[in-house]
């Protein structure tokens, strides 16, 4: 009786353990498509990200280098202080995007070009990403908004 109950335990546990790993492999699986990693244009520019990888790009927009193309294509470029990477863009800019003004893109590098499929711009004079704020500390080239 002792060896039965002991044998059923150890089926049971057996069978949560191969529950656990497939749930976990199924949820990776899953989530390997939904994880967009942030890089700055210095990153970018040192390790180009793979062919059809999405991923968010952040900077300031570089004055004097936003340009509208034909129909809602817009054109700019986006720095950290110690690269800069050209960006498309085809749809309605937020309102208070701008050049010299903080921005996250979400997007794919095609041809040396970072395809963006979503923009976000900063929310007032002050806000500034913090993944763009540590990329620009990083270059050397952050300004505080008090200073």
Known sequence: MKSLKKQRRIQIIALATVAL???TALIGYAMRDGINYFRSPSQVMEEPPHEGETFRLGGLV???SLQ???GEVISFIVTDGGASVPVTFAGVLPDLFGENQGM???GRYVNDVFEASEILAKHDETYM???VTDALKEQG???DAGS
């Open 21 to 23: 790993v497939g749930a």
């Open 62 to 64: 570089e004055e004097g």
């Open 68 to 70: 509208r193309g034909q």
């Open 104 to 106: 996250i893109g979400t």
């Open 129 to 131: 990403p913090k993944e």
């Open 141 to 143: 080239v952050y300004r």
